[in-house]
């Protein structure tokens, strides 16, 4: 069984920074997909920043140059580093992991990720970002 668990959300100028921590447990957790969405009310979902176990990452084309992801192996950690923080950055980020499937899979042929959330097995509680 996997857990998420994100923290780092909070209150940030726009211009700021940012950076969000999801701490995963499960013995496979180094093997899997894992990555960020986010979600506006009223909104879907949309995937941001997706790394695999290589450490290879890949972002959506709205976030793109200014999101940046990595894992620790060892302390299985992922992190989401956001500079130059927009409004429209303002949303619940979930951590997320999928079991069979890369990050690079959802790869919209143009560099830019684009995951389906229905894909991914696992998700963290969430964690606010609010951009004034």
């Known amino acids: 069984h996997v857990q998420l668990v994100e923290s780092g959300g909070g209150s940030v100028q726009a211009g700021g920074s940012l950076r969000l921590s999801c701490v995963a447990s499960?013995?496979?957790?180094?093997?899997?997909?894992m990555g960020w969405f986010r979600q506006i009310p009223d909104k879907e979902r949309e995937g941001v920043a997706g790394i695999d176990s290589d450490g290879s990452a890949i972002y959506s084309e709205s976030v793109k140059g200014r999101f940046t992801t990595s894992k620790d192996k060892t302390k299985r950690t992922l992190h989401l580093q956001i500079a130059d923080l927009k409004v429209e950055d303002a949303a619940t980020y979930y951590c997320v992991a999928h079991s069979s499937r890369s990050c690079q899979a959802y790869d919209c042929h143009s560099g830019f990720w684009c995951p389906w959330a229905a894909d991914f097995d696992y998700w963290g509680q969430g964690t606010q970002v609010t951009v004034s």
């Open positions: 499960g013995d496979t957790i180094g093997r899997y997909c």
